[in-house]
């Protein structure tokens, strides 16, 4: 009788360290792409065409963001390294439209839920690595979610560790470096310099907040599947 070989637990502190290591290696690629996906947004907010139109297209920008980061950084994991037009070129395939769909209902359910919290917070574990899952295993979207909790089962805790960490990492470091801008600047609150520094830290920690699902996507793949990075290896361009 065969048995499925495992690998020991990962840690919060392993998935940070990879995390960080790859937006570092990879700056150069994923800040650019960040900067450009959201771009519309940032226009949008600048002329102030109001809440509706400027949360609405914020909601599309950063859901590309979302599978442009995950899957550059499969492929960065897989030892292939990527470049910014392999990344942005990324959404000429068939299945864009479906990770764009599964995105945007991911967003709209938990920010549905945010006001309750717990249920929110549930749904970010629940779901963390639904989009790697769709890239990786070509699964639809009702597929992605089931596969999804499957993999964060009995670790959901620990990967909401992981986002919490992060965010406070960056919030805080972020947040001092963007006060100090603007103490320097001497910018008002609604200033056009104050929306582009906003802009430049906000895709910063872009860099590192959605490389996470692809590495607890691998990670949790490792230690419950015993499957090696090679088997997920993203081959094609």
Request: net charge positive; proline share 4%.
């Amino acid at each position: 009788m065969s048995t499925t070989s495992t690998r020991p637990a990962w840690t919060t502190g392993s998935a940070l360290e990879t995390s960080y290591a790859l937006a570092r290696d990879n700056f150069v690629v994923f800040v650019p792409a960040v900067l450009i996906l959201t771009a519309p947004s940032v226009i949008v907010d600048v002329m102030d065409f109001g809440w509706p139109i400027g949360w609405g297209l914020a909601f599309i920008c950063y859901s590309l963001v979302q599978i442009a980061l995950a899957w550059g950084a499969l492929r960065a994991m897989s030892g292939y390294r990527p470049d910014l037009l392999s990344v942005l070129r990324r959404f000429g395939r068939p299945a864009a439209g479906s990770l764009l769909m599964l995105c945007v209902v991911q967003y709209a359910a938990m920010i549905a839920t945010l006001i309750l919290v717990v249920p929110a917070c549930f749904l970010l574990a629940i779901w963390a690595v639904a989009v790697p899952v769709m890239l990786v295993e070509g699964t639809d979207m009702r597929g992605a979610f089931r596969r999804s909790a499957e993999l964060t089962r009995e670790r959901r805790w620990r990967v909401f560790g992981v986002y919490v960490l992060w965010f406070l990492i960056c919030g805080l470091g972020f947040g001092i470096v963007f006060l100090l801008i603007m103490k320097a600047l001497g910018a008002g609150d609604q200033s056009l310099l104050y929306k582009f520094a906003a802009w430049l830290l906000g895709s910063l920690t872009a860099t590192v907040l959605y490389t996470l699902p692809s590495v607890l996507y691998v990670l949790l793949r490792q230690e419950k599947e015993g499957t090696t990075i090679e088997q997920l290896a993203l081959k094609r361009d």
